[in-house]
């Protein structure tokens, strides 16, 4: 039993570097999603996780980085939907949608343009996993303590905007800085993280363990630590699943992941049913 936990990783560097790049994606998603959730900014995490789409490609197409692509592809979703949203009467989903819809589309007119995506295109959306190099880790690593430590910066004022936002500007915190700010810590979260588990299955990362811890606990400090916890192990049984079975590593994590929350979705179901069953039989036998 324990050749099959632990002998994938003690026999395979690779699977040890996965394991270590997936634990520092999930802590960077957990981050980051906590406040994705808090703040219901699911839509616009999954059109930046699918807007970044346009700008890797094409940033491959012409030689430049992957990441460097990304990070554009999010720059103009972010300042896109704040223009649309500032000069018309559109709401901000509105906005989103639009561009979304467009920079997805613009994604697969680069891609259906070129025969030289083959091999990159599944690398672009369903990430690499199993490929990461020792200078990705030192790049996630880097991205995970910065964000760390810019939410425990900007831990009140962030904390604020999640809940209510005339209270952020109330208490001397402007909701519309600390918005995009957070939509650059989102933005940052993606870009570095698609290399690991691709565009499409990144969003899965930020948003379910997040939305595990919210389930579990009541405080942020906590949410963000069963997040990360949810994360790592979802990404141990994960990648022990794709070696064992010949699954598609990247997918296979985030599946664990999804499933996961929706474990503990129905465990916390059940419990809310039995309580109110105990609360109804104790209130019938004191009549």
């Keep these: ?70 990070a554009v592809g999010s720059a103009v979703m972010i300042i896109g939907v704040g223009f649309i ?4 009467r559109l709401s901000s989903d509105t906005a989103i949608g639009l561009l979304f819809v467009a920079m997805l589309a613009l ?16 690398r672009i959306l369903f990430g690499e996993i199993l490929g990461i190099r020792p200078g990705t880790i030192v790049i996630l690593a880097m991205a995970t303590l910065v964000i760390s430590v810019g939410v425990a910066v900007l831990y009140r004022p962030f904390l604020l905007l999640s809940f209510d936002a005339l209270q952020a500007d109330a208490s001397g915190f402007s909701s519309r800085r600390y918005h995009v700010v957070m939509l650059a810590m989102v933005a940052t979260t993606v870009v570095v993280s698609f290399q690991a588990v691709g565009t499409l299955l990144v969003f899965g990362m930020l948003v379910a363990p997040a939305g595990a811890g919210a389930l579990l606990a ?33 997918a296979t ?33 004191a009549t």
């Excluded at 980051?32 to 970044?52: N, S």
């Excluded at 009541?218 to 630590?225: H, L």
Aim: with cysteine; aromatic share 10%.
């Design 218 to 250: 009541r405080r942020v400090t906590a949410m963000i630590a069963w997040a990360i916890s949810i994360g790592a192990v979802s990404v141990y049984i994960g990648l022990l699943l794709s070696y064992h079975y010949d699954l598609a590593a990247g």
């Design 107 to 122: 994604g697969v007119i680069i891609v259906s343009r070129s025969d030289s995506f083959n091999g990159d295109i599944v």
């Design 1 to 70: 039993m324990n050749s099959w936990f632990i002998a994938p990783y003690a026999n395979n560097e690779f699977m040890r570097l996965s394991l270590l790049a997936g634990i520092l994606v999930s802590t960077l998603c957990a981050v980051a999603g906590t406040f994705v959730v808090l703040r219901g900014l699911a839509f616009i995490g999954d059109a930046l996780a699918h807007g970044v789409l346009p700008g890797v490609a094409g940033a491959l197409l012409i030689g430049a980085p992957g990441m460097l692509g990304a």
């Design 253 to 285: 994590v985030v599946f664990v992941t999804v499933c996961t929350f929706f474990i503990i979705f129905a465990i916390q179901l059940i419990r809310q049913s039995w309580a109110k069953v105990v609360s109804t039989g104790t209130g019938a036998g």
């Design 85 to 88: 949203t500032n000069r018309s």
